[in-house]
């Protein structure tokens, strides 16, 4: 997935998590990068991304002081490449079931809720979920990744994740990949159209991570990435 395009990319601020990795990752690969709470730079970018870590409800409480939720839903209607990555991924959901019931943006139908801490009394499951996780295809693209921002990746391919709860979409066709995590199976990243969420971090996945940010690079000029 070659372009000749250089997207610009907003990572935007909201008090939550790992901009300056996040940053390096995209500047990495060739897309000029910059952190910031301003609308207008949000809507002006090709290329939107929403990281995080921390809480939901304290995310969504910060979204909307800095009246940055209809500007995120207004990139996820446009043609700009809107990218959530872990917390920033859920926050895409309509709810989020931790410490609480909380309204998320809605772009992607469906829910956050925690892991089972443990699966019977002699296996204990560890939550959070921290490390190197293989991951599969999943949903519409159950064979391959070809042309979509997980291209170039193979099958069981492992990714670095850090999280205690997952996304559980009320369509599981918009699931990219899967991943497994005790018994549970769980959504690793989600594509509809110019959004893509994914529940690990690319900036923290060595050569395969920087393949994600490579691909969306690619996708990320206007006049770029098609429907999934």
Not at 101 to 114: A, D, K, Q, S
Not at 119 to 142: E, I, M
Not at 216 to 228: D, F, N, Q
């Amino acid at each position: 997935m070659q372009s000749s395009d250089r997207s610009s990319a907003a990572i935007v601020d909201y008090g939550v998590g790992n901009l300056f990795s996040v940053m390096h990752g995209l500047r990495k690969v060739g897309i000029p990068a910059t952190i910031t709470s301003s609308k207008d730079d949000i809507l002006a970018a090709d290329m939107v991304v929403v990281p995080g870590v921390g809480a939901f409800g304290d995310a969504m409480a910060s979204l909307h002081r800095l009246d940055l939720v209809e500007p995120l839903r207004e990139v996820a209607a446009s043609d700009q490449l809107l990218v959530g990555i872990c917390l920033g991924m859920q926050l895409f959901m309509t709810e989020s079931h931790e410490f609480g019931t909380h309204r998320g943006l809605n772009i992607f139908p469906g829910v956050v809720v925690p892991f089972t801490p443990s699966l019977d009394d002699d296996s204990r499951l560890k939550v959070p979920h921290v490390g190197w996780t293989r991951n599969y295809a999943s949903g519409d693209r159950s064979t391959d990744w070809t042309g979509s921002p997980l291209e170039g990746l193979t099958q069981g391919e492992y990714l670095y994740f850090v999280h205690s709860y997952y996304a559980v979409l009320e369509d599981p066709g918009l699931a990219t990949s899967t991943a497994t995590y005790g018994d549970t199976e769980f959504c690793s990243s989600m594509w509809r159209g110019r959004v893509f969420g994914c529940q690990f971090h690319p900036e923290r996945s060595g050569s395969q991570g920087l393949q994600i940010y490579q691909n969306l690079a690619s996708m990320g000029a206007r006049t770029g990435m098609g429907e999934s």
